[in-house]
């Protein structure tokens, strides 16, 4: 079976934290994954005005490179972090959406952070977090009256 890229949600009801994972396309939802890859933190704390994204850009790019498909919301964030080009196959209409405005910027910076073990037995050691900019809600726009 092909394997996928996609998120296991954890944590409280309110408060997600995405888990991007490598796991078989015909596992449940939540089955074991194959690998852990990253960590996507889509609510940030109080105080602090930026999503985070912590993954390993090496295991990634191994795991496309096998042939690994990655879901909708997972091209998207690759595609944020410049991880899918435009010509990838797996190329999301996310990018041809927002090709009228110009692309958010991502801060990347290295370091080393995640140290789970994988099925392999070794340690994801380089990752790279992405800090996302915050996008206001449709609740926190001004509302107009016709």
Partial sequence: MPVRL?????GTRRNRICHLVAVEQGARRDAKPTELLGIYNRYPAKGEAQKTVEWSV????????VGAVPTKSVAKLLELGNILKPTSP????????????SPPSLQLESEPSLSTPTEAGTTLETTTETTVPEVPSPESAPETTP
């Fill in 90 to 101: 797996y190329h999301s209409t996310y990018a041809e959406a927002s090709a009228a405005q």
């Fill in 58 to 65: 090496d295991r990634i790019r191994y795991w496309l490179n």
């Fill in 6 to 10: 996609r998120f296991s949600l954890h």
